[in-house]
């Protein structure tokens, strides 16, 4: 398994996972996202995106969210996509990586610590609030310094070793068509259905 950046080909399969998902992306822009793979097989396993939030009070990065698809739940796929989020937010300047949830415990392992709302610099306070509107009075804001982030050592040897729940008994793993299978160099393809001629 690895985690890599999305490229433009994978566009229309992160839409229609986000969409299966029931996830919310009004600022969709497939260049923010990660994507995690089998090696062996370049089967998709999950995705998340970070956003960076430029606004009149501030500046900051947000783990907007993170999905594993069904199959391989539990195996330690989001916690090396929120690694490599992280990452990315790092290189690009930002020390501290916010993320709004009603589920806290998720992200604790991760060294991501709830923080109150008057402590919250003004931009990510109001975007609490607008997060808070859309998904619940629950929702708490969390943050990480990017030098303190961490992936416990079990999510790792899970995620070494990890394999869709979905697999044939006969061994026989489905392989996702891409556009190259077809002859496209999808990064030259001028548009999305750009057969080459």
Same mark, same amino acid.
């Given at each position: 398994?690895?985690?890599?950046?999305?490229?433009?080909?994978?566009?229309?399969?992160?839409?229609?996972?986000? *969409?299966?998902? !029931?996830?919310?992306?009004?600022?969709? +822009?497939?260049?923010? #996202?990660?994507?995690?793979? &089998?090696? =062996?097989?370049?089967?998709?396993?999950?995705?998340?995106?970070?956003?960076?939030?430029?606004?009149?009070?501030?500046?900051?990065?947000?783990?907007?969210?993170?999905?594993?698809?069904?199959?391989?739940?539990?195996?330690?796929?989001?916690?090396?996509?929120?690694?490599?989020?992280?990452?990315?937010?790092?290189? *690009?300047?930002? !020390?501290?990586?916010?993320?709004?949830? +009603?589920?806290?415990? #998720?992200?604790?392992?991760? &060294?991501? =610590?709830?923080?109150?709302?008057?402590?919250?610099?003004?931009?990510?306070?109001?975007?609490?609030?607008?997060?808070?509107?859309?998904?619940?009075?629950?929702?708490?804001?969390?943050?990480?310094?990017?030098?303190?982030?961490?992936?416990?050592?079990?999510?790792?040897?899970?995620?070494?070793?990890?394999?869709?729940?979905?697999?044939?008994?006969?061994?026989?793993?489905?392989?996702?068509?891409?556009?190259?299978?077809?002859?496209?160099?999808?990064?030259?393809?001028?548009?999305?259905?750009?057969?080459?001629?």
């Amino acid at each position: 398994m690895y985690v890599r950046d999305a490229k433009n080909r994978d566009e229309v399969w992160l839409l229609d996972r986000i *969409e299966e998902a !029931d996830i919310d992306d009004p600022a969709f +822009r497939s260049r923010d #996202y990660v994507i995690a793979l &089998d090696e =062996e097989t370049s089967r998709k396993a999950g995705f998340g995106r970070i956003r960076v939030h430029k606004t009149d009070a501030g500046e900051f990065c947000e783990l907007a969210f993170v999905y594993t698809l069904p199959p391989w739940r539990q195996q330690g796929v989001a916690a090396h996509v929120i690694e490599r989020l992280v990452s990315e937010a790092s290189d *690009e300047g930002y !020390d501290t990586v916010y993320t709004f949830t +009603r589920q806290p415990s #998720y992200f604790t392992p991760f &060294d991501f =610590e709830p923080r109150e709302t008057g402590d919250l610099p003004a931009a990510v306070r109001e975007r609490l609030e607008t997060v808070r509107k859309e998904r619940g009075e629950d929702v708490i804001a969390m943050a990480v310094h990017a030098d303190d982030f961490t992936v416990p050592s079990r999510f790792r040897e899970r995620f070494k070793n990890a394999s869709p729940a979905d697999e044939p008994e006969d061994g026989e793993v489905p392989i996702e068509e891409t556009a190259e299978d077809f002859g496209i160099d999808a990064d030259e393809a001028t548009y999305k259905y750009d057969t080459g001629n």
